[in-house]
């Protein structure tokens, strides 16, 4: 009796690995197939690209932050 219930539930449970293992299997193909298509559009189909200049000097982001810190100073006490 009890090998009959664990013959039955290892069959089971290989089946059960076997449809996760084929379905992971399926997905990772389809997920290849999709990476080549998405590549492929993007030949086709390239976004633009948005080049911002930076008009900020070095010099005013360092006094923006000196300020930032003396703010935030001030506001502790």
């Given amino acids: 009796m009890n090998l009959e219930l664990l013959t039955v539930g290892m069959t089971l449970m290989v089946i059960g690995m076997g449809f996760v293992l084929a379905f ?3 997905m990772i193909g389809a997920m ?17 690209v948005v080049v911002v200049e930076n008009t900020r000097s070095a010099a005013v982001r360092e006094d923006e932050a000196i300020a930032v810190a003396i703010a935030a100073v001030m506001a502790k006490k």
């Avoid at 290849?32 to 390239?46: E, F, G, Q, R």
């Fill in 32 to 48: 290849h197939v999709m990476s080549y298509v998405v590549a492929y559009l993007n030949k086709i189909y390239p976004e633009k």
């Fill in 24 to 26: 992971l299997w399926l």
